[in-house]
């Protein structure tokens, strides 16, 4: 068997190339995607990076809705939380903060849904997952589709793709290129 025949068969494991640029990044077509790219894909993609938060924020703020992706983090935090006094601190926390009928950011959750009082006193690190669901699956079957056609999501993709097209970042996949043609 030739080299190219046994590649073909699957007798030898494939051969990945990385091609880096002169600050030895990846520079690769298989690069991962990264902000307004990977936010696109799926609210938690949007959810795992600070930056994408911050905008989701400053978009749910002017929906009158920041509430939704505060609580979400917040129990996010609660399921990290150690101890049982922690607990019960952080827990009511989001209770007071989110649940209760008198709370300042209330979230619109299903009535049956909600949580008394009494639960708070032996708290656990997922006693808050079934109203976590709720709001994300809102926020993902509503104001997340809104959010990739806000001013706030298309601006900040305008910016990034600018800076991507910047001198500077064409001179680094010029200097990258080179490297790789010689």
């Not at 990290?80 to 008198?102: D, N, R």
């Amino acid at each position: 068997l030739s080299w190219s025949e046994a590649l073909l068969l699957g007798v030898f494991p494939p051969i990945r190339l990385e091609i880096n640029d002169s600050e030895g990044h990846p520079s690769s077509s298989h690069q991962t995607l990264k902000g307004t790219s990977k936010w696109a894909t799926s609210l938690e993609n949007l959810l795992e990076d600070p930056e994408g938060v911050k905008r989701f924020r400053e978009f749910l703020k002017k929906e009158f809705s920041e509430e939704n992706v505060l609580f979400w983090l917040a129990c996010e935090e609660f399921k990290k939380t150690q101890g049982k006094k922690q607990m019960q601190e952080k827990a009511k926390e989001i209770y007071m903060t989110f649940l209760s009928s008198k709370a300042s950011s209330q979230v619109n959750v299903e009535g049956q849904s909600r949580l008394s009082e009494t639960i708070l006193e032996t708290p656990h690190p997922l006693m808050f997952q079934k109203l976590q669901d709720q709001i994300f699956n809102l926020m993902k079957y509503d104001s997340y589709s809104r959010f990739l056609k806000s001013d706030i999501f298309l601006n900040h993709k305008k910016s990034e793709e600018q800076e991507e097209n910047s001198p500077e970042a064409q001179t680094a996949a010029k200097r990258a290129s080179r490297i790789y043609n010689t």
